[in-house]
């Protein structure tokens, strides 16, 4: 069977600055908290930095040749704040603008619409020196940085994300301290939960006043919370954790408060949440990213892992495709939502150069096939999605992993810098080439 996308679906694929740019401390860039973070020992599994990554910065050129050679439509990439403003406000770094100019310019002549993301993690230590997201002013200063981007790109560039993922920013970096900063303290990490939201507020409202013609969205990392069994006290577990952890940045971004369930959680540990904070954070936006990968399994007891007879990923995370039409079917039905992109999506695998130099990866190739399937269903459900962004286009610096997951549909060589094309990525061109995708052998 061939599912067929409409004709002008945006295929893409998606990057982040700090894994994939390297040049740290080049050009006059500022320190970053990624930067802080990995060169603490002991804070990265494998002992690296992304001192250089894929070294992007300086072969940008050749990456945006090879999205031309796989027929990219987009490309979702992230601005590096302290590359721009290296102590967050103030100091402009002409340097740093300019490269993401001429990358600008090299999308745009290769016909690759360019997708902006603002916020992908990599705070300005001299803000978190102040504080970080946990210090009001760090919101405006956002704001004023989102302004300053606009005015400088919003002529090429159209789409604009505040943030990436603010439940990771706010709970991997400050609940359980795998990700910078490094700090584990639930009222720092609920209170930069509902700073990162005011900050997304304000930074909406900076981009539509810079440039009134761009469209501004923000990108929500989403699992479904799927009962372990059809008994009322599964059920009742499953919604709960659904209520605590994806519906609290859908409900304050799209219906502007808080769960009760979240409320219920905290209870006088709720994060200020000061008089026109949630008429803030609920400005009206051209569209939602949705960033998937897995699915919890929910108990009474607890998560089910592992689940009997799944595949799991490197990261450990079940193959479960369906779950992302269920989860596009459910916030379609609890939302009143902007166009939806799948702005990120992919599986991490170990993979092995062939003897003819090539990376043979099935696994992942199925993972994607199965997973665009399922979105092209939703869609036919009446989910208006628009476009879909492989995670990621490169192997690349994987947080706290280090490089030790590979998730690209590009190999990298680490030591050499070649980027070899596996299979799911020559399978993804002919996707996009056809606009379409078959079931069964690729």
Not at 16 to 25: P, V
Not at 364 to 384: E, P, S, W
Not at 390 to 401: I, Q
Not at 428 to 439: D, G, K, L, Q, T
Request: negative net charge; charged residues 25%.
């Amino acid at each position: 069977m061939t599912h067929t996308f409409p004709h002008n679906f945006l295929w893409g694929a998606a990057t982040a600055s700090y894994q994939i740019e390297g040049a740290w401390d080049a050009d006059g860039k500022g320190e970053s908290i990624w930067d802080r973070f990995s060169h603490t020992p002991g804070k990265i599994e494998d002992n690296s930095t992304g001192d250089v990554a894929c070294d992007h910065y300086r072969r940008w050129r050749e990456d945006v040749a090879l999205m031309r050679r796989l027929g990219l439509k987009a490309y979702r990439f992230s601005t590096s704040w302290p590359r721009v403003l290296p102590c967050g406000r103030g100091r402009l770094e002409p340097r740093g603008l300019d490269f993401y100019d001429h990358l600008v310019d090299a999308l745009c002549a290769a016909n690759i619409e360019p997708f902006l993301t603002l916020y992908h993690w990599d705070l300005p230590q001299a803000l978190q020196d102040e504080g970080g997201w946990t210090n009001r002013d760090v919101c405006h200063a956002f704001a004023d940085y989102a302004a300053l981007m606009v005015k400088r790109l919003g002529d090429r560039v159209r789409y604009w994300t505040t943030f990436n993922e603010p439940a990771v920013a706010a709970f991997d970096g400050n609940l359980m301290g795998e990700h910078a900063p490094g700090i584990q303290d639930p009222r720092v990490a609920y209170q930069v939960a509902h700073n990162l939201m005011v900050a997304h507020g304000l930074a909406v409202q900076a981009v539509r006043a810079a440039r009134p013609d761009v469209d501004a969205g923000i990108v929500l990392n989403l699992w479904t919370s799927d009962p372990a069994s059809d008994s009322p006290a599964d059920l009742a577990a499953a919604e709960l954790a659904w209520q605590r952890g994806e519906a609290l940045f859908l409900d304050a971004v799209f219906k502007g408060y808080y769960p009760s369930a979240v409320y219920d959680l905290l209870g006088g540990a709720m994060p200020e949440i000061r008089s026109g904070d949630m008429a803030l954070i609920t400005q009206e936006l051209d569209y939602v990213g949705v960033n998937f990968y897995s699915r919890n399994l929910v108990g009474a007891e607890g998560n089910v892992n592992p689940v009997p007879g799944a595949e799991y990923t490197e990261m450990g995370w079940e193959v479960c495709a369906p779950a992302l039409r269920r989860l596009l079917n459910r916030i379609n039905r609890d939302y009143r939502l902007p166009p939806i992109y799948i702005t990120e999506n992919g599986a991490a695998f170990k993979d092995e150069v062939s003897a003819d130099g090539k990376i043979h990866d099935p696994r992942r190739l199925d993972y994607l096939k199965n997973h665009f399937i399922q979105t092209r269903l939703a869609m036919q459900d009446g989910v208006d999605v628009r476009g879909y962004f492989v995670w990621s286009l490169l192997d690349n610096f994987e947080w706290g992993h280090g490089y030790s997951k590979r998730f690209g549909i590009v190999r990298v060589n680490y030591e050499t810098q070649e980027r070899v094309v596996k299979d799911s990525g020559e399978w993804y061109a002919r996707v996009i080439a056809a606009n379409a995708v078959e079931e069964g052998q690729p």
